[in-house]
């Protein structure tokens, strides 16, 4: 049943005074608007390290500055890289954090530290900022997964000690729809072929209940086989979306990744982060970053004029990051290296407040420390909080330590509560 | 055209647009045609069989010994049990056991023929005998020496160049062929000298490598998690925190690699370089001045040898028939690799040995006196209680059911690796077992279906050994794959058509849809739900009925899990 097919039903059992029939009458979540949705996150994850100098923080005519220029923005004061020419135009409606720093260099622990707010630990994996949203603010309502990601991901977001279920389902090539979604026979036998497994495993669990209930095989089972039927499946495919839309977005991997972000917020998924692979750029770094930018600069700009558009903005945490940024200095192959004290995200959204410049890094390049340093997980425990999660609470975990959410503190310039 | 004349006149740039030819043709035609030239080469150099395979169960010489060390075990278990007060479950079905064996020792199920030829033999000690016989199958060190692999090495196949996971597997496959004492295994691992491809070996140095450098702390940390059971590597930055690991323990341990390095000429040890004594030395914190450390274990360093390498001198103290954290840690790890879950969890990180003996020590004792010998622990492990215990069990409430599972009084289901799954699904659909002496092509056909379902799967790597949970992606995957939808449509050559045409009568055909998938018959119920599908169906129908029900077989918990 399409969502209009549906309303009309419902409307039709109301019609026959059959409420006592029908789901409960509030709006479906994914139809508000505004402040009053859910909150979502999605987020663009710069694979590689990206250059704070060739995007968010850039220091033309100094030293460290390299060729890079700088154009002015719709946010006052705020200077970007003139790679950014749209997103320019759009950044107001987020933050600009120029002084990030943790103590990893490297791009794993790099990474789990920028998706779990944690240093890695050998005993325990943290959950993903995504997995924590799904796991304390779940939507019910829907029939796709909650936590996706989109794009080629060496690391995707996982849900760590929360399990395997809280995991990002992974879509490597966003937009083309879902592969293994169409059952290999016709719906006659595929009823027979379910009957028969209903038939199978009910021998099997027979005195495995308590055994089975631990494996999710069933529950999962089950999933798999409500996304195969479910409408909200349209979301992954592009076939139906306006040329010029696509065009805004970029005819990309990451272009079109950013566009079904979109349409999976739309439909009520919690977490979507979408990969762009290719900044480590140790070698002819100011050629890659110009690369890099030629996609990010539509991509990045279209999601947030679509968001603002569809109202779905002030609902919608969006956070642009990578593992780390790039060192000041230029190496001698014009690259830069890995440098993870004083490096930039773009972060709004949500009911976050936009238009600000927090933190400052040094034009020579000499101090390593940026003025207004903000640890990583402040800015863990802001997006936690803004997305109405309890990031004090502690779990315990499966080897019986107890786990806070976030060891953070929010930015409480960011905060508008 | 004027291309003569231009050739003509410009033969430099000439000769240019014909050595850009050559390289557009290097990569359109030459370097597609060489990869599927070296992937053939490889492919048939891993089918080639080094190995005569055993096609009757030989009897095992050492039954009663392995009897002995599996029954003490068994005391142990049952003492603890009767002081618990838990109820065991009972004995599984002797086909569950060796679907568990093969699950385990292959990485994949029985073949019908297997299930055949097991079912024929009617000799005592059936499951030891079979037990020793996958042993000595080349499936067994094909399928361990991956398994082993990424305890050791991980499964990353980085740093580039100067790493060959590959090399190092087959070294491994090939000394577990030959049945080498794992001491002695272990011991060359840590301290071979020489280049990456030639001594494979020294993979295990080189997989450490940062910018052509030796990361000794990488090392250290790695050396003591896999071979001891430890996790020191948090003991790198800070003491541990509820151990008794201390920085300076570490750093000790690290030295051992401080003189390792690694260049052209291979993986080296040199105490001095151009007269100058190389020493290990790292940044002191709080002077931030360069500190030497000696190399230095953290207890008994009366086992560590006074001759030999840094490195020679580490293996031989890890090795030390007295440090019983060297076997505690491989039982364990065993242990994990046959039950799907180690038998203390997380499997690296063992609490340190005491007075009292556990299961650790007990099976531990008997490897080191039967000469660290891989193959008999398995038997020995693969021949107590609670390996052959059902994964049913009477408890009735959580609590009491949870209390069973941990204390081994019930077998536990784990999660498949994907390989195993894919494996198990390829091995029901053939009927014949897929081994060395299997047609090349056929062989050709798995290596690559198996590395694409694998990958979108997902491999765990080397957190393989952690509880899993099923995904939704994999149960897509099972249902309506490409790959699952050619193994369950009948062709001549798969089990479905074979089944389909061959099988006989409805309820034999029934049975054989059975035992290539789940390893067993049918139940009543479900020979009662599924016998009227086949009544009467002949041809494509008939096709039809059978795919139907291998389809379900192969989507339940059944078969992708270890129970």
Not at chain 1, 151 to 174: I, N
């Amino acid at each position: 049943m399409n969502a209009i097919e549906r309303r009309s039903f419902l409307q039709a059992l109301a019609g026959l005074g059959l409420s006592f029939a029908m789901p409960a009458l509030e709006p479906r979540a994914a139809e508000r608007r505004g402040r009053a949705r859910q909150k979502s996150l999605i987020t663009l994850w710069m694979s590689g390290g990206p250059s704070q100098l060739e995007t968010w923080d850039p220091h033309p005519g100094t030293e460290i500055g390299g060729p890079t220029k700088a154009i002015k923005t719709r946010t006052r004061g705020l200077e970007i890289a003139e790679h950014f020419p749209r997103v320019a135009e759009q950044i107001d409606a987020l933050s600009v954090v120029r002084s990030l720093v943790s103590k990893e260099g490297d791009h794993e622990r790099g990474t789990y530290m920028m998706k779990t707010g944690f240093r890695p630990e050998t005993t325990l994996v943290h959950p993903s900022l995504g997995s924590i949203l799904v796991h304390e603010a779940p939507n019910p309502q829907l029939e796709i997964p909650q936590h996706v990601s989109l794009g080629e991901s060496q690391w995707p977001s996982r849900g760590g000690y929360f399990g395997a279920q809280y995991d990002a389902f992974k879509v490597f090539d966003p937009g083309r729809g879902l592969h293994n979604m169409q059952a290999p026979v016709e719906s006659d036998r595929q009823a027979t072929r379910l009957k028969n497994l209903d038939v199978v495993s009910k021998a099997f669990q027979q005195g495995r209940r308590l055994q089975s209930e631990r494996t999710l095989h069933q529950h999962t089972l089950e999933a798999a086989l409500k996304m195969m039927r479910s409408d909200q499946l349209v979301a992954f495919d592009l076939k139906d979306e306006a040329k010029a839309t696509l065009a805004a977005y970029g005819d990309t991997n990451f272009g079109r990744g950013c566009l079904v972000a979109r349409r999976l917020i739309e439909k009520g998924v919690r977490a979507v982060e979408v990969t762009l692979n290719g900044f480590d750029t140790h070698g002819n770094n100011f050629e890659g970053h110009k690369t890099q930018a030629a996609i990010l600069d539509p991509a990045f700009s279209a999601l947030l004029i679509d968001l603002k558009e569809r109202q779905l903005l002030d609902s919608t945490v969006v956070l642009c990051v990578g593992e780390f940024g790039r060192t000041p200095k230029i190496n001698p192959l014009d690259g830069r290296d890995h440098w993870p004290t004083g490096f930039s995200c773009v972060i709004g959204g949500g009911g976050l407040r936009g238009g600000l410049v927090l933190g400052e890094t040094d034009p020579t390049g000499q101090k390593a420390e940026p003025s207004q340093p903000i640890p990583v997980q402040n800015l863990f425990a802001t997006v936690l909080k803004t997305l109405g999660v309890d990031f004090t609470k502690e779990l315990i975990t499966p080897i019986g330590r107890p786990m806070i959410f976030s060891q953070g503190q929010p930015i409480a310039e960011l905060l508008t509560m | 055209m004027d291309g003569v004349r231009f050739v003509a006149a410009r033969p430099a740039e000439a000769h240019d647009l014909v050595s850009l030819g050559f390289a557009m043709k290097l990569r359109t035609v030459v370097i597609p045609a060489l990869v599927v030239a070296a992937v053939f080469a490889a492919v048939v150099g891993a089918a080639r069989s080094t190995v005569r395979t055993h096609r009757n169960a030989p009897a095992v010489d050492a039954s009663d010994s392995i009897r002995t060390a599996a029954g003490q075990i068994d005391d142990w278990f049952a003492t603890r049990w009767r002081r618990e007060g838990i109820e065991p479950a009972a004995p599984a079905d002797e086909l569950q056991v060796l679907r568990r064996l093969s699950l385990s020792l292959h990485g994949t199920v029985p073949s019908l023929e297997e299930i055949r030829q097991f079912e024929a033999d009617t000799g005592p000690d059936r499951l030891m005998r079979w037990t020793q016989r996958m042993l000595l199958d080349t499936r067994f060190a094909d399928y361990f020496s991956e398994r082993l692999a990424r305890g050791f090495v991980g499964v990353d196949t980085a740093p580039f160049l100067v790493f060959r996971r590959d090399r190092f597997k087959d070294w491994l496959a090939g000394r577990l062929r030959e049945n080498a004492p794992y001491d002695q295994i272990v011991r060359e691992i840590i301290s071979t000298q020489g280049l990456w491809t030639g001594t494979p070996a020294s993979n295990f140095v080189t997989s450490a490598v940062v910018e052509n450098d030796v990361d000794e702390n990488k090392l250290a940390g790695r050396s003591v998690r896999i071979f001891l059971g430890q996790r020191i590597d948090c003991a790198q930055c800070h003491n541990h925190p509820f151990s008794h690991w201390k920085q300076l323990q570490f750093e000790g341990l690290a030295s051992f690699y401080g003189q390792t390095q690694v260049s052209l000429a291979g993986v080296e040890d040199k105490s001095s370089d151009k007269g100058e004594p190389i020493e290990y030395a790292v940044e002191d914190r709080m002077t931030l001045q360069p500190r030497t450390i000696e190399p230095a274990v953290p207890f008994h360093p009366e086992w560590l040898p006074a001759e030999g390498s840094r490195r020679e001198r580490l293996a031989g103290w890890i090795v030390h028939p007295d440090n019983r954290r060297f076997e505690r840690a491989i039982v364990n790890r065993m242990w994990a690799y046959l039950f799907g879950r180690p038998w203390h969890d997380p499997v690296d990180d063992i609490p340190d040995p005491t007075l009292d003996d556990d299961l650790l020590d007990i099976a531990g004792r008997d490897f080191r006196a039967h000469g660290c010998d891989l193959r008999r622990l398995i038997l020995v492990l693969t021949s107590t209680r609670p390996f052959r215990m059902a994964s049913v069990h009477p408890a009735g409430d959580a609590d009491r059911f949870d209390q069973a599972r941990r204390e081994w009084a019930v077998f536990p289901m784990t999660r498949l690796r994907p390989e195993q799954v894919i494996g198990g699904m390829l091995q029901a659909a053939s009927v014949q077992t897929i081994n060395q002496q299997t047609h090349l092509l056929f062989r050709m056909i798995r290596f690559f279906r198996e590395k694409n379902f694998v990958d979108e799967y997902g491999d765990l790597g080397v957190d393989e050994l952690a509880e899993q949970t099923a995904t939704i992606t994999q149960a897509l995957q099972r249902m309506n794959s490409q790959l699952s939808r050619e193994i369950v449509q009948a062709n001549p050559l798969n089990a479905t058509g074979r089944i389909a045409a061959m099988a006989g009568s409805d309820d034999k055909c029934l049975e054989v849809c059975f035992l290539v998938a789940l390893t067993r018959r049918p139940t009543d119920d479900e020979k009662e739900a599924l016998l009227p599908q086949l009544a009467g169906k002949t041809k494509d129908e008939r096709t039809n009925a059978v795919e139907d029900i291998l389809w379900a077989l192969f989507n339940t918990e059944e078969f992708s899990w270890q129970h």
